[in-house]
């Protein structure tokens, strides 16, 4: 298979992935849409960014993206195949979702293919529950260990531990929620099965994140848990701004910033 054939399947499928979470969490919504709205890159490609502000969800976003061009001289040093040949290619799909409720878990799901002099697959999810509930951390993981075990019984132990640490602010020395997996640099040899297993991530999260909204959307919540999910909003901010690889990629390869922020909550209070 040629690698413009490669290129071609995996943007299709991010988004194709991306038109079926926006329907899955539309579902919850009585009078919300995601809005979508496109945008082009200067230096080459463009995306689609879709955001959602409702009555469950706060906000959400579920941004794809195919972006290509040229490294600057900061990134060439710092990114897997660059350094000789600046040129890249990448695309992928990006998943926040920050829901009004409390008791419902803030989400992150991204799954990316990177092309360089080398070529790679990425992505991982991860959950940040304001108020973590042990089944709801339990199922989520057990989801993600089966789509793991179906291709190799390593990526899940390996594949966790990366979550931990680096879903994790060393300036707080605390995790940003109770994690998940996370991966990069994905590449085994076989194109197909590290593709297969990017798609096995996103079907994944597909399932169990709407599972685990329905068994809280019709929880109430006082003014002191209100109070409480704005404070640990604020600790996911810090993450985002400070440590996030996707954030520093996209503002350092010239992204949409609105795309890149969507990330941030519409409200957040700070505490020490």
Not at 150 to 172: G, I, N, S, V
Not at 213 to 242: C, S
């Amino acid at each position: 298979m040629s690698r413009e054939e490669q290129q071609r399947r995996a943007s299709s499928w991010f988004s194709d992935l991306q038109t079926q979470i926006i329907k899955s969490l539309e579902e919850f919504e009585k009078s919300s849409t995601f809005l979508r709205k496109s945008w082009e890159r200067p230096g080459g490609g463009g995306g689609t960014m879709a955001i959602l502000e409702g009555d469950v969800f706060e906000k959400a976003g579920v941004n794809v993206s195919t972006v290509f061009g040229e490294f600057s001289e900061e990134l060439r040093t710092q990114i897997p195949g660059a350094e000789d040949n600046p040129y890249f290619w990448a695309s992928g799909l990006s998943i926040v979702v920050h829901p009004r409720s409390p008791h419902i878990p803030i989400v992150h799901m991204n799954t990316r293919m990177i092309i360089t002099e080398k070529q790679w697959f990425g992505g991982g999810a991860d959950l940040t529950p304001c108020f973590p509930v042990d089944q709801d951390t339990k199922d989520f993981h057990e989801a993600f260990k089966k789509a793991c075990d179906r291709f190799d019984e390593t990526y899940y132990p390996t594949f966790k531990q990366a979550a931990d640490e680096y879903f994790y602010l060393p300036h707080r020395q605390e995790a940003r929620g109770v994690g998940g997996i996370f991966y990069d640099y994905l590449n085994t040899g076989s194109w197909e099965k590290d593709f297969a297993f990017t798609q096995e991530v996103g079907r994944t999260f597909a399932s169990i994140y709407p599972e685990l909204v329905r068994r809280h959307v019709n929880t109430p919540w006082t003014d002191l848990e209100r109070t409480a999910q704005l404070k640990k909003r604020g600790r996911y901010v810090e993450f985002n701004l400070l440590y996030d690889r996707g954030t520093l990629f996209g503002l350092k390869t010239a992204g949409n910033i609105e795309a890149i922020l969507m990330s941030l909550p519409p409200l957040v209070q700070w505490a020490a």
